[in-house]
């Protein structure tokens, strides 16, 4: 069960990031090509670097396992880390932030009725609209890291979520300091104040991520192509490493013919202590003799020496008895002679 919990764990984490990084990158290339400047702004993006790799690494990685998790069949060593779920997950939430991201790029100061802040010369002062573009991203992100808490198709990703503790501190505490770089961070975090209209719609959009990932969860995962994966297969062998690696084609033998020695030399390593670890294991089973059962099995076990000593002494060709009788023998012969 803990083995399942950590690889959801990691599973978790991994649709997460590769969501929000995706979608920076593309903001800021599409954005650097389109109109000469990043909507998100270097200080911007490592406050979300701080969101999609600390923050939420502790967030998503510290759920208990549950019993759900053993009615699942066990993952085996072929198992993609990157299913089709996943990616259909990813490919989903990326599209849904990059409409809404380009969208009030280029048409939000339209929308919202304030000055546009494209085309802004460098030093000029921070403008609302590239600052609804900013929260709104976080805004997206946070609502998507509660998506990612589910990994195989649930619905319901508000389950168990009061079981952490972890989880919705972080979140509320990662909510309450984007309240405040938005609202007093615009030197630091080139930002300007939001009204309270503009608030809502950026909640709005982030809580618009809930309902999109209803329409993702729709599409059967069964019906994506099966190469649409990540991370399958059996893991390479040493031997194919060394074979990857420069180097000529004795100098890999040897090195393989080492590395073959040196598990020899473990294994080995390994069953002499485990035949040691035996035989203490008996040597402290075994019980001590004492009182009166030692004598009567010592008493035994010298009567048993004198007996095999004397038997032994009694057959012995070189015995006292035998040397006495063939010199009776020899006189006797001497004299009839």
Known sequence: MWGRNVYDSIAKFLQFQ??????????????????????????????VNLIMDTLAALALATEMPT????????YGRTKPLISRTMFKNIIGHTIYQLAIIFTLVFAGHLIFDIDDGRYAKIGAAPTQHFTIVFNAFVMM??????????????????????????????WIGTMAGQVIIIQFGSGFFQTAPLTAEQ????????IGELLWHQVVTSVPSKKLPKALVAGAGEPPDMASLLEMRDGTDEDREKRSGQILWIRGL??????????????????????????????RLREISRQLQLQH????QATSPTSPGAGATKATAGKTASTSV
Not at 67 to 74: F, M
Not at 309 to 312: L, P
């Open 18 to 47: 590769l969501t929000v990084n995706v979608v920076a990158v593309i903001v800021a290339f599409v954005g650097a090509c389109a109109i000469q400047d990043s909507p998100l702004k270097a200080v911007q993006m490592l406050w």
């Open 67 to 74: 019993e759900e998790l053993l009615r699942r069949k066990p």
């Open 141 to 170: 992100t946070l609502f998507n890291e509660i998506n990612a808490r589910k990994i195989h198709g649930q619905r319901n990703v508000f389950g168990g979520i009061m079981r952490n503790p972890i989880y919705y501190v972080i």
């Open 199 to 206: 608030w809502l719609w950026c909640v709005v959009i982030g």
């Open 266 to 295: 473990t294994r080995l390593q390994t069953q002499i202590r485990v035949v040691n670890a035996f035989r203490l294991g008996l040597e402290r089973r075994e019980p001590s003799l004492a009182g009166p059962s030692a004598q």
């Open 309 to 312: 000593s004397q038997r032994s």
